[in-house]
Structures are given as structure tokens and as C-alpha cells.
């Protein structure tokens, strides 16, 4: 089968979720660098991994990469690179750029010689003067670093943050990619309480819920190179089908998304709906005072308000000094908490277990990790049989 190289783009911070994921698809040979992983592959990688990364902005085919620090030397290069291998004669090939640290810095400059090289390469093979690109889309991206060009072409299409079940949002919606990544960073279990007291457009335990059942978080949605014909449809079918196979549905779920706003709350339980997700959460419009819980192990993971607004800090910390009343009454539970607000943790009134950094679209935050006790190990007849060597 084709060997290709391929680049899952990531939100600065969440590059090792990203690698960590591709390993527990099967890649194992991983270049980890800030916001990409590049790694090699076959065709069958461009669905798996369109379908099943959950923290990965996009995954971009990789054609070439090399130093270029004048417009000619741009040109001559990409000529050369095996665009014809992918672009059929109707391709679709907008170009896009972006530059850092480079002698190119004009990125709209780049982009037009990028376009004129592409359109030369394509005419050597094609024999041809002009192209219709009235065909399937190829988005091209030239990304020069340090006067490093790369050149990729777009699988994805809308950013794999777009699962397709969320179709209203509420104010600051939470990428669903980043929500994920609270999931996954909390270490939760699906046998495990999980509750979302500032759940918004319910990000967060849907998210949850789709790792829970092991749900492919692309399985309700199309990408870009499903219009291909380099790429067959077989390999999208059995894709999908492997999903289908992998999926849980059979567990059963302890999830929990409320908030003040009872609106928000609606949107919330119509996308769980969309997600297929309607019986499986718990949605209740409620405000903060209410929280409580009979379980005696669980996990908060919210995102609650960070206060950016001047008119908003007052209020914001009264907030982040009630959750600290509130979730502390709740002892054996951990807490999972993404703000940008640098004074939460002296608000809360605890500092935090762990602190990573992270970005919420543009905005720089930080999850705020409190670790509460370990459960105590579940009585397993069968494994204490092993362990006795019976």
C-alpha cells in the first residue's frame, strides 16, 4: 500500500494528548513538535485518523519540505514536489500560508507563488494550459518556520473540532477538541461520576460520554478527502465499520452536565440528541448552591467563567470562592477546572494538585487539577484468584 506522510495539527499544550492517541491507534514512529505530530503511514491512516482523533485540530497530508529563503527558490521546489500524484486535472487547490521567523514573511506573496508553482507542476503532467478546479477540494497550506517551507494538503476539511452533533452553541462555546482534552487530561473512567456544574452547550459530558462508550468522535460527519478518488471508499467503509464495532454501548454512564441557565441547558440536551447521546446524560438547569452528590468518588471537570470583562470580576470571584465552599464539601471527589483567571487557585482557597497550560481559542489559560483520594480497589474474585495462583 502507499506510504505517505501525515501531520495531525494540534492547540499548543495539547501536542502529547495528540501523540498519545495516535499511539493507541497503532503509529508508533511519531515526530512531536510544537502544534504538529508528523508520522508515517499508509491511505487507510487518512480515515482512522480523521475518525477517531479527539484532541487534533486537523490531519494534513504531508508532500514536501525544504529550506527557502527567496521567492524563486519557493517556486523551483515546489514545482517539483508530486502534486499530480494527488490532484486529479479538476482538483480544487486554494492555497493558504502563514510564515514565522522566515525571510518570506509576506504570507499572501507566498501563497501566490505557491499557487503558480502547483498550477506549473500540474501542466507538466497533465499537458495542459489551464484547469477548471471545478473538481473535489484540496486545500494547500505553505507554512514557512525559520525559513523551513512545508507544504501539506488538508484531509479534514471544517476542523475536526466540528463533530456535527453541535448544531446551537450558547456564548463562549468550548471546543469540543479542547473539552475532550479536560476528559482525557482528569483521567476519567466511565464507571466513574462525572459532573459539569457550568455545562454550557454541554461540551464537556457529551465529550465525556463519547469517550465513555469509546464513540469515534468523527463517526457522524464527513471530511474533505472523502471526495478523493486517490483515496477508495472501502477504506472509509471500513473505517466506519470498525468504529461501529468498537463502540460500547452497552455501559452504563454517570454524567451530570447543569447550569444557572436554563437555556443553555436546552441547547445542551438537543446536542446530546444530535449525538444520540439523550438518555445517557443527565441535564438539569440548576445553579451552583444545589451541588451535591450521594456517590462517594467522582469528578468535577467545568470551565467555569474567567472574568475577562472588568464589569465581571467581582462577580467572577465571588463565584470561584463559592465553588470552593461547595466542591470542598465533596472531599473524596477531584476537581478539573480551565480559567484563565490568574488568582483562582488563592479564590478557591486551595492550591491546585497539578497546573497545566493551555489555550481556549486565543485566550491563555490554565486546567487546575485537584487530585482527591483514591478509590479504594474493587473486589475482583478472578484477579485475586490469579494473583493467589490458583
Known amino acids: 500500500m502507499t506510504k505517505i506522510e501525515l501531520m495531525a495539527t494540534a492547540t499548543f499544550g495539547l501536542e502529547a494528548l495528540v501523540a498519545e492517541e495516535l499511539r493507541d491507534l497503532g503509529y508508533r514512529e511519531l515526530s512531536v513538535e510544537d502544534g504538529r505530530i508528523t508520522f508515517p503511514a499508509d491511505l487507510k491512516a487518512i480515515s482512522r485518523t480523521n475518525l477517531w482523533l479527539r484532541t487534533a485540530d486537523r490531519v494534513r497530508l504531508k508532500i514536501g519540505e525544504f529550506t527557502a529563503t527567496t521567492f524563486d527558490e519557493l517556486f523551483d521546489k515546489t514545482v517539483e514536489l508530486p502534486w499530480a500524484d494527488w490532484l486529479p486535472e479538476n482538483a480544487h487547490f486554494p492555497v493558504e500560508g ?10 499572501p506573496d507566498c501563497q501566490s507563488i505557491v499557487k503558480k508553482a502547483v498550477v506549473e507542476s500540474l501542466k507538466r503532467r497533465y499537458h495542459k494550459d489551464w ?14 518556520l525559520k525559513d523551513v517551507a512545508t507544504l501539506t494538503i488538508d484531509t479534514t476539511g471544517p476542523g475536526l473540532h466540528r463533530r456535527g452533533y453541535r448544531t446551537l452553541v450558547g456564548q463562549a462555546p468550548l471546543k469540543e ?3 475532550a482534552a479536560m476528559v482525557i487530561l482528569s483521567r476519567w473512567r466511565h464507571d466513574t461520576a462525572l459532573v459539569d456544574p457550568f455545562c454550557g452547550s454541554g461540551s464537556i459530558p457529551i465529550e465525556a460520554a463519547l469517550i ?111 465553588m470552593g ?35 481556549n481559542g486565543n485566550i491563555k489559560v490554565d486546567f487546575y487539577q485537584f487530585y482527591g483520594p483514591r478509590p479504594p480497589r474493587r473486589h475482583n474474585p478472578r484477579r485475586e484468584a490469579v494473583e493467589e495462583g490458583e
Open 325 to 359: 465552599d461547595i466542591f470542598g464539601k465533596l472531599d473524596t471527589w477531584s476537581f478539573y477546572v480551565l480559567t484563565s483567571n490568574p488568582d483562582f487557585e488563592r479564590l478557591f482557597g486551595r492550591q491546585a494538585s497539578r497546573k497545566r497550560k493551555l489555550f
Open 131 to 144: 484547469f477548471t478546479e471545478d473538481g473535489p477540494t484540496y486545500k494547500i497550506e505553505v507554512a514557512l
Open 212 to 322: 465513555g462508550l469509546n464513540i469515534a468522535p468523527g463517526i457522524h460527519r464527513t471530511f474533505a478527502s472523502e471526495d478523493w478518488p486517490n483515496i477508495p471508499q472501502s477504506f472509509w467503509e471500513e473505517a466506519r465499520q470498525e468504529a461501529r464495532e468498537l463502540a460500547q454501548f452497552d455501559r452504563t454512564l454517570q454524567i451530570i452536565g447543569t447550569d444557572i441557565d436554563g437555556g443553555a441547558v436546552k441547547i445542551a440536551r438537543q446536542n446530546a440528541e444530535a449525538a444520540g447521546l439523550a438518555e445517557l446524560i443527565h441535564w438539569q438547569a440548576s445553579p451552583l448552591s444545589d451541588l451535591s452528590s450521594r456517590r462517594k468518588y467522582g469528578k468535577i471537570i467545568c470551565n467555569p467563567p474567567y472574568g475577562e470583562r472588568i464589569g465581571e470580576r467581582k462577580e467572577v470571584a465571588a463565584l470561584y470562592r463559592e
Open 98 to 107: 502563514k510564515s514565522v521567523k522566515s525571510t518570506l514573511f509576506s504570507v
Open 177 to 179: 477538541t479542547l473539552a
